[in-house]
């Protein structure tokens, strides 16, 4: 039997049943890398003398030229161990890091708490987690566990100062 080559190799490795990434315009199945994986979850692959990444030599196998070495490969479907052409593409550098940041951007872009409150300089404050967070929700948050609490002390001490007429008669 004749040694198999790259792509044979690099097939071996992939598995065509990942899951559907929940991206608009990103179309199909994952096909994940099976093989080794880097340290940062990237699959990575050994021809030619050298170890590449699964990825990247995926989209070189299927243009049959290598990117350029000035472009990243993009996961489109968000998934490092996916290394379907149709769901990577070559991108400069710079063009890979503002999308990664887009979903940080989209967030920046809301101005106001989910119920309404604007997001300005006074109303606003941090999370520990450096999500924002709406001044005006927590007080308002904080004034109905008061009222809450009150009412329950209330509850809990009325009925037993009020003696019932059925019991005054027994
Ligand atoms: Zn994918
Ligand atoms: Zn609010």
Redesign the pocket.
């Known amino acids: 039997m004749a040694r198999p080559t790259p792509a044979e190799r690099f097939e071996q490795n992939v598995d065509r049943g ?1 899951p559907i ?1 929940l991206v608009r315009g ?1 179309h199909g199945r ?2 994940i890398w099976t093989g080794a994986t880097n340290e940062r979850g990237y699959g990575t692959f050994w021809v030619n003398g050298h170890t590449v990444k699964a990825h990247r030599y995926a989209v070189e196998l299927a243009d049959g030229e290598p990117v350029p070495t000035a472009l990243d490969v993009d ?3 968000r ?1 490092r161990a ?1 290394v ?1 052409r149709s ?1 990577l593409r070559a991108v400069t550098h710079r063009e890979n890091i503002l999308a990664s940041s887009n979903h940080v951007a989209r967030r920046a872009a809301v101005r106001a708490c989910p119920v309404g409150h604007a997001y300005d300089e006074a109303n606003t404050y941090r999370a520990p987690n450096g999500t924002r967070k709406c001044r005006t929700c927590r007080r308002e948050q904080s004034r109905a566990r008061r009222a809450a609490a009150r009412e329950q002390q209330l509850a809990t001490i009325t009925p037993l100062t009020i003696p019932t007429p059925e019991r005054q008669a027994a």
């Open positions: 990942g990434p990103v994952c096909w996961h489109r479907c998934n996916c379907r769901h």
